[in-house]
Nanobody, 124 residues
């Protein structure tokens, strides 16, 4: 089992930036893919970004492509989500998730552990 703790959320104006961090403990960090999802009020949880165990491959939802960047530091057991050019529609609770293994997936069923979430609010 993997324990995940997110940080870095907050309130930002449209056009601003935030960087989310997710610290992992438990399993060997470099043995699994990582992902970020988000859930807005009244909506289903949706995929945001994912990264392979090595960081060599990244995947993004179309809605964030070109604005968000996922990265990981295996020496620090941490995954990041750099969010630029934020829009009000990015407002949501953001969750990091640990993959079941090295295979990268963009669906929630492919992730076995989840953080508690961090709120991101973008004002217009």
């Amino acid at each position: 089992q993997v324990q995940l703790v997110e940080s870095g959320g907050g309130l930002v104006q449209a056009g601003g930036s935030l960087r989310l961090s997710c610290a992992a403990s438990g399993r060997t960090f470099s043995s699994y893919a990582m992902g970020w999802f988000r859930q807005a009020p009244g909506k289903e949880r949706e995929f945001v970004a994912a990264i392979s165990w090595s960081g060599g491959s990244t995947y993004y939802a179309d809605s964030v492509k070109g604005r968000f960047t996922i990265s990981r530091d295996n020496a620090k057991n941490t995954v990041y989500l750099q969010m630029n050019s934020l829009k009000p529609e990015d407002t949501a609770v953001y969750y990091c998730a640990a993959g079941l293994g090295v295979v990268v997936t963009t669906t929630p069923v492919g992730f076995g552990s989840w953080g508690q979430g961090t709120q991101v609010t973008v004002s217009s």
